[in-house]
């Protein structure tokens, strides 16, 4: 925000909007063969920020919820489990807490259209399932792109635990322009930057740099879930320090834009109904899924990729909100065996690049901003939270 953030009206705020999102307001209940969700109506209490982002959060320090609200100085921030929603969904609860907030601040703000207004009652299309809704149910087959084994980052633990944040904000509308006039995107863009500065100076090894992309199916396949609605696509290249950047980019681009054809994206919803619904899945009971479910994350997901990179993509505000909003970042957490993650996120043409290190490397980043202002000759103001660079 603009101006700092007043902490009791940010809670007044929090709760005039939170059970506009019911898919939020749960907690989660052990069962024999499913945890599942129930209704929360405990008042979810706001924190101030006094750890680094992406902490652990103990449902029983916050009244069972497993989402929270934090600020600090200028900042309102929302935390979630991704099992409840994905970054659209997150994104559509913080724009109502701040429409919310900024009125009861006094200020004269219109929704025009551009977000869940708290007082209307959540619509069931909210809450469907929307991989059941697309999925051609029929189809058994488990076709799926294959993705070998990807370059895996290492590195030195921080010195104390949590997670480094550093930030790249740049001239969002100057970057779309000039990936555009290279006939490129901003997605592919950054992912072809990432693969050519991580193969050119950190590894010699035979596996390619592949970076896992999140996918918002919204984009295809029209729905306003609050649940989660997104694939992973995974897209890598073999590079070293001769493998000039505009081949790279090229890679990339053709990778990208096969692996988000909408054909293929319906192939991985049919897929994700299947094993959802599998009944194998849904008979084991928790004590045998949750170390398969893990084995698999750790040595089939999480081995196939070298790191994460999701962008949100432009993120519209009503005009008249706009200007009481300096900026926007979004903070992946990362992984044990992908220590590094990188998100980005757009509001009024001013766009973040968040890296979030577990490991207190922090070459990768630098290349990677260096390399970003000479291609583009954009100023880039980074800062960080310098999170474990010392013990004390």
């Given amino acids: 925000m603009k101006e700092k953030v007043d902490r009791n009206l940010l809670q007044e705020a929090l709760d005039l909007v939170i059970h506009r999102f019911p898919t939020l307001t749960v907690s989660l209940r052990k069962g024999l063969f499913w945890d599942y969700l129930e209704k929360n ?29 934090i600020y600090y100085g200028r900042r309102i921030s929302f935390e979630v489990f991704h099992s409840l929603t994905d970054g659209s969904g997150a994104m559509e609860f913080l724009k109502t807490l701040a429409y919310q907030y900024l009125i009861l601040k006094g200020n004269t703000v219109s929704p025009d259209g551009l977000l869940l207004l708290p007082q209307d009652a959540p619509g069931s299309e909210e809450v469907e399932d929307s991989f059941e809704k697309y999925a051609y149910k029929n189809d058994k087959r488990n076709i799926r792109l294959k993705d070998g084994a990807a370059y895996q980052l290492t590195g030195s633990a921080l010195a104390t635990t949590g997670i480094n944040i550093i930030h790249g904000v740049i001239d969002g509308s100057a970057l779309n322009r000039f990936t555009k006039e290279s006939g490129s995107t901003i997605t592919a863009f950054l992912t072809a930057l990432l693969i050519k500065v991580i193969g050119s100076s950190h590894y010699s ?66 897929r994700h109904f299947q094993l959802q619904r599998g009944m194998m899945t849904r008979l084991l009971p928790i004590f045998l899924k949750y170390p398969a479910m893990r084995y698999g994350f750790n040595h089939i997901g999480e081995r196939t990729k070298t790191m994460t990179l999701s962008n949100m993509g432009n993120v519209k505000l009503p005009e008249t909100m706009a200007h009481f909003v300096e ?66």
Avoid: H
């Avoid at 490991?359 to 800062?383: A, C, M, P, Q």
């Fill in 41 to 69: 109506d405990e008042k979810l209490i706001v924190q101030k920020e006094e750890t680094y982002p992406c902490a652990p959060i103990d449902p029983r320090m916050n009244s069972g919820y497993l989402i929270r609200v």
């Fill in 205 to 270: 090894a035979r596996e390619p740099v592949t970076v896992a992309l999140p996918v918002n199916l919204r984009r295809q396949f029209p729905s306003v879930t609050m649940r989660n609605f997104f694939l992973v696509v995974n897209v890598g290249a073999e590079v070293n320090d001769e493998t000039p950047f505009d081949d790279v980019l090229e890679e990339v681009s053709g990778k990208l834009k096969f692996r988000t054809d909408k054909k293929n994206l319906q192939m991985g919803i049919n």
């Fill in 327 to 392: 900026r926007m970042d979004i903070a992946l957490y990362p992984t044990r065996k992908s220590p590094i993650s990188c998100a980005v996120g757009t509001v009024n043409g001013r766009m973040t690049i968040t890296f979030t290190l577990s490991i207190s490397e922090t070459d990768i980043v630098r290349d990677f901003f260096k390399e970003l202002g000479d291609l583009t000759g954009l100023d880039i103001e980074i800062y960080s939270n310098e999170w474990g660079n010392s013990d004390e």
